[in-house]
């Protein structure tokens, strides 16, 4: 679909949900990012669960966003259980002009729903001019190193550089092994899985996709380098927060749509020229990207810069359209008729 | 060896080789907190190396550190070439004493020298009561994703969170996917590397020790993730600090120990109670603590919060003493006749 065209049924379906036009344009413009940069699970898929959860009382469609600086560089911001990319958009926009008065700022966000792709946000960062640091929790699913129960959510922790003339730097990383797409993708092509990414409901690893019951840290056998990543995401989005744990949330999908889920999120930004002007900033990110992208690969290999492969993906899907996979259009019919709109 | 002793021992060796008291300090206690906790790579190991290139002319034995307040809530550091532990340290004391008054705080680093454990420099902010988080780069020695040459170094990322009552929580990841020692390990016991965490000279994957020549970035077929991780700490310590990238280090072996090796490095604070009161704070990481280390594990696994395996390890070292390799002990002996010292 035409990218454009997509978006607007997307705020004409948030609208006629009852989404305020703040709500209906950053939850649109956080599942753009996803549908355009690749990241599909994170995309326009989610419209129809997002139509749903405003009109069931989970997320308040107009939702009285409040921000309260607590220090120099900290703001409070309360989302009043309104839509989790209003709130992850505005956290930024607050972080980024705070930081342009101290050099770095950070944004605890609470009373949030689900948050989005992460690096929707941090990405809004740098194309103010700042370093973005993003992260926030998630529905149980992942253990921990050697665990044996879904402990920590998928937990993402994403960043962004500005690249003076270039798209930026862009990092956005589950702090699991592997996403749970990727699972269901193998399960359906019926292939086995790579080793030490996902494991049965003893915790104990295993290749056949028919018997994940969650996914590992990152890591393989050092994997309590990605749960401590799942941690620090945990602390700095929920417990400094005072929001609810992962394994704390009611689930995503339900049963219960009607209550609030209180979740946490955490935006930080910095300026880049911090510590050097911002000439010698910029040379410098440029000699280092220059260098990365030269870099040899190995056989068969392909050597990129985070955020590469999705500013590639980007432009395809602006040539060529967007993919819609047939569960989601068949989602969109139903909106269609529910709503009295055109499919685009 | 009883552990004072060996401090004692370090301190001398240092003042001996001509370093100043803060400079003898701050290196011992950033050593003591490797051999102490189980990280001997950058434990008293290093003490013998450190004498060597303070005395060589790369590292200044008296430097005059100095602070320049950037922003309100940044400051450079700069380490006039001296030892990084007193940089780390510094800039982790000044990160914390910002961090007060603005909420969060960071500290650029420049012209340091080998940084030692990240996570005594983050340790030291959980100490102070702050969040801490740490990060600096190193000499080549990781491929990047889908990579064939020795690109960033092992880039950690250490982070640290007090706990009211408890030791804190303390995550310190090298961005590789392996640390060398382990590979060294398992060469010296003829065994096979786990997958996908080294690769030879073309960047390809390899389970022999023996043709190791890199290793790979944290993630196997993730690895876009260790990849970004290290990118990240790359660009914080030396980017926007402007210093030597990883590949433009000069080694840390040598051959030339006399010309200053210009590293980078950088020290996050963020005050636990910015967003909620510290008793809420307090509770809530206690509840998540709590509900981690009863969360089950697999089969002869074992479920540790970040740090917990290194407060053990300290422990046990604290009463039965530090276990010194044969060729630190040979160091030890030779120092000990150079500087008319005696080997506790």
Chains 1, 2 share one sequence.
């Not at 792709?117 to 960062?125: K, N, Q, T």
């Not at 699913?141 to 959510?153: D, P, Y």
Request: hydrophobic fraction near 45%; include cysteine; aromatic fraction near 6%.
């Amino acid at each position: 679909m035409v990218p454009e065209n997509l978006a607007a049924f997307s705020r004409q379906v948030l609208a006629a949900a009852g989404a305020d036009e703040p709500t209906a344009e950053a939850a649109t413009r956080a599942m753009m990012h996803g549908s355009l940069h690749g990241v599909d699970s994170h995309g326009i898929r989610l419209l129809d669960h997002y139509a749903t959860v405003l009109e069931s009382g989970r997320v308040n469609p107009a939702p009285e966003v409040t921000l309260k600086r607590t220090a120099r560089a900290t703001t409070l911001l309360d989302a009043d259980d309104g839509h989790g990319a209003l709130a992850g958009y505005r956290a930024m926009e607050e972080a980024a002009t705070l930081a342009q008065d101290c050099g770095l700022a950070a944004v605890g966000i609470v009373n949030s729903s689900h948050f989005g792709p992460a690096g929707a946000y941090a990405l809004a960062a740098a194309e103010a001019d700042m370093i973005g640091l993003v992260t926030c929790n998630a529905d149980s699913f992942v253990r921990l190193h050697e665990g044996a129960e879904r402990f920590h959510g998928t937990n993402p922790i994403a960043c962004a550089v500005p690249v003076a003339g270039q798209k930026p730097w862009l990092l956005d990383m589950a702090s699991s092994a592997v996403p749970f797409n990727r699972v269901q993708l193998y399960k359906s092509l019926g292939q086995d899985l790579p080793p030490d990414v996902a494991s049965d409901e003893r915790g104990e690893d295993t290749a056949n996709p028919e018997a994940v019951a969650m996914l590992a840290p990152l890591g393989g056998a050092f994997g309590f380098k990605g749960a401590g990543l799942a941690g620090l995401a945990e602390i700095l989005s929920a417990v400094v927060t005072g929001m609810r744990l992962s394994f704390e949330l009611l689930p995503m999908g339900g049963p219960d749509l009607s209550t609030p889920r209180k979740l946490g999120a955490f935006a930080l930004a910095m300026c880049p020229d911090a510590f050097v002007s911002r000439d010698d900033f910029q040379a410098g990110m440029e000699h280092y990207l220059e260098a990365l992208r030269a870099s040899p690969a190995r056989a068969s290999g392909q050597v990129m810069a985070p955020g590469d492969r999705e500013w590639a993906e980007a432009e395809q899907r602006r040539r060529n359209g967007i993919p819609i996979d047939p569960t989601t259009l068949e989602n969109f019919e139903r909106l269609a008729e529910r709503y009295r709109l055109s499919v685009p």
